[in-house]
């Protein structure tokens, strides 16, 4: 690149150039992105050679032939601004880059959230019952049978269907106050209390 400050100059190095920095943003962009989507390296190319032509070629000025070969200094310089660029935006990944089991691995996770909390807030409606109604609601959570249950409280076995019917309806009351109703659905439907 000649030291002359013609802008003629400066527009046929820029325009000389060109094949060279759309290599090298598409090379940045694999770098610092691992994949940008083509759009976003053409939007990026665009970005960084207005940048070269910006305030009468200031940046392209900058280059001292001393210190370094034009190209080197263009691929430094791009490096530099894809990586600003990438640093902007806000990390998150595409659901196209996630794989399968990355995908479902996370459902599982927020599945499981759901489910303590859920059972937090259940937990916490029990507690709001007699100490009578809390026991064998703690058994029939944990999975205990009818009968089970019917012989660790002392009572008939139609006794605890009686009464597991109507700690459901205290229930029921209590987690709709809470705005817990859909707890009280799977504490019923035995989707997931109910083993």
């Known amino acids: 690149m ?61 280059y001292d032939p001393q210190k370094a070969k034009f190209s080197t200094w263009l691929r430094q310089v791009i490096h530099h601004e894809v990586s600003r660029h990438f640093q902007k935006l806000p990390a998150t990944e595409s659901l196209d880059v996630l794989s399968e089991s990355q995908i479902s691995a996370a459902a599982l996770q927020e599945e499981e959230v759901l489910a303590k909390e859920e059972r937090t807030l259940l937990d916490e409606a029990i507690q709001q019952l007699t100490p009578h109604d809390q026991r064998i609601a703690h058994l029939k959570l944990n999975g205990a049978t009818d009968a089970e249950i019917a012989e660790a409280m002392k009572i008939k076995r139609r006794s605890v269907q009686q009464e597991w019917s109507k700690i459901g309806k205290k229930l029921k009351t209590i987690l709709e106050k809470r705005g817990g109703g859909k707890t009280y659905a799977k504490l019923t439907s035995g989707e997931k209390y109910l083993r």
């Open 2 to 62: 000649p030291d002359s400050a013609d802008t003629q100059t400066y527009k046929q190095v820029l325009l000389e150039a060109r094949p060279k920095i759309v290599i090298e943003v598409a090379s940045a962009c694999r770098k610092y992105n691992h994949g940008a989507p083509p759009e976003e390296v053409e939007e990026l190319t665009e970005q960084i050679t207005l940048l070269f032509l910006e305030d009468d070629y200031r940046r392209l000025k900058t």
